[in-house]
Each structure stands twice: as structure tokens, then as C-alpha cells.
T-cell receptor, first 113, second 119 residues
Framework: ELKVEQNPLFLSMQEEKNYTIYCNYS?????LYWYRQDPVKSLESLFV?????AVKQEGRLMASLDTKARLSTLHITAAVHDLSATYFC?????????????FGQGTILTVHP | EAGVTQFPSHSVIEKGQTVTLRCDPI?????LYWYRRVMGKEIKFLLH????????ESGMPNNRFLAERTGGTYSTLKVQPAELEDSGVYFC?????????????????FGPGTRLTVT
């Protein structure tokens, strides 16, 4: 059974600081997604990582994937208040063509002035 | 392009009552998924439709839950009778085999969710 674990589960950051959220998964994966959920909005996909060594960046967020270690990271650079949200990683198990997602527990990120 | 919509946004019912949640996927998306997040835990897969057929219902918790997608358009998820542990947020998502903003095939677009509270 595919398991996905995120850490930390809670992250309180000061603005302008850097931090990393980690996502470990237990079996081979076809795709790994990072999602963001604002308190009043639904899940918004941020990145998809398809292969070992993949790195994607948008704004202050950068995601990477190490399939050998079964680890993805979401790095936050110079955090700003607008980044406060819950961040989820989600994995599609290897050999699953239709995309059933297995989610991590979510990381609640709060950015303080 | 309209996104995935869900109705109602909130529902408060008593234990033993019945509730029906509705999901309208993005037009043209054959794949429709139901997920739920209970008590701040991880979001868990419930089931997957391809058009009107159930492709995978391995995540359905028990036979009090019934999902339908007649005609392959919108879907309903009925909980009957509801129990306290059914409280949570129920998400619907849809995808298309050949299209997606990020990843092409099967990228899932999520609706806003229905927050269900069973008292």
C-alpha cells in the first residue's frame, strides 16, 4: 500500500526566511504533485514532477524529486504572507494510468511579519 | 472555462439522516473522482468514474456510501444513514485523458469541496 508522509505538519515562518517541506513516499511512483489549499479555496495544483531529478520553480516556490530516495521537497524562498496556506504532496502509484492520488497529511504554513 | 463545482458547500445533518452531495465536473472530462478529508487527516481517495462506469471504488468506506454518475456527466454521492465519523470535507475532481495545465494526461482539477457535519 502506498503511503505518503510529509514533514513538518506545521510550519511557522517569518517573512523573508527560507524553509523546506519534505514528502516521502513508500513505493514507486509515476507522478508526484504539489497542491496548495487556501482556507477558502479548493486545491490548486502547483507542480507535477515526472522523473528523477526533476526540478520545477514558480516564484518563491521550487519543487524537486528524487525517485531513488522516494523523496520530494518543496522549497520556499524569502517567504511572504501570501504564501500562508496548506500544502499537500500527492503521489500517483507506479503503473496506475488513471491518476488515483494518494495524499500526504498536509503542511500548514503560516508566514508571520 | 468553468471549473469543477460542488453542491452544497456546507451541510449539517443529524446522525441517521441522509445527505446527497453533487459534483459537476469540467465539461468534457470523462474521469471523475471523489475524495474526502476527515478530521484534519490526509485527503483520501474514495472512488473513480470513467464516464458513467465505476473504475475503482476501493476507497469507499462502507455500504452507507453510494456514488452514481448517470449519463456520465454530474455525479452524486449519497450517505445513508450518516454517522458522526462521516463528518469532513468531500472533494470532487475531474480529469481528461489528454489535457491538463501542468502534466497533460489525468491532471486532476478539484472542486471547492462540500463540508459535511454530522451531529
Amino acid at each position: 500500500e502506498l503511503k505518503v508522509e510529509q514533514n513538518p505538519l506545521f510550519l511557522s515562518m517569518q517573512e523573508e526566511k527560507n524553509y523546506t517541506i519534505y514528502c516521502n513516499y513508500s513505493t514507486t511512483s509515476d507522478r508526484l504533485y504539489w497542491y496548495r489549499q487556501d482556507p477558502v479555496k479548493s486545491l490548486e495544483s502547483l507542480f507535477v514532477l515526472l522523473s528523477n531529478g526533476a526540478v520545477k520553480q514558480e516564484g518563491r516556490l521550487m519543487a524537486s524529486l528524487d525517485t531513488k530516495a522516494r523523496l520530494s521537497t518543496l522549497h520556499i524562498t524569502a517567504a511572504v504572507h501570501d504564501l500562508s496556506a496548506t500544502y499537500f504532496c500527492a503521489v500517483v502509484a507506479g503503473g496506475t494510468s488513471y491518476g488515483k492520488l494518494t495524499f500526504g497529511q498536509g503542511t500548514i504554513l503560516t508566514v508571520h511579519p | 472555462e468553468a471549473g469543477v463545482t460542488q453542491f452544497p458547500s456546507h451541510s449539517v445533518i443529524e446522525k441517521g439522516q441522509t445527505v446527497t452531495l453533487r459534483c459537476d465536473p469540467i465539461s468534457g472530462h470523462d474521469n471523475l473522482y471523489w475524495y474526502r478529508r476527515v478530521m484534519g487527516k490526509e485527503i483520501k481517495f474514495l472512488l473513480h468514474f470513467v464516464k458513467e462506469s465505476k473504475q475503482d471504488e476501493s476507497g469507499m468506506p462502507n455500504n452507507r456510501f453510494l456514488a452514481e454518475r448517470t449519463g456520465g456527466t454530474y455525479s452524486t454521492l449519497k450517505v445513508q444513514p450518516a454517522e458522526l465519523e462521516d463528518s469532513g470535507v468531500y472533494f470532487c475532481a475531474s480529469s481528461h485523458p489528454t489535457g491538463g495545465r501542468l502534466a497533460g494526461p489525468y491532471e486532476q482539477y478539484f472542486g471547492p469541496g462540500t463540508r459535511l457535519t454530522v451531529t
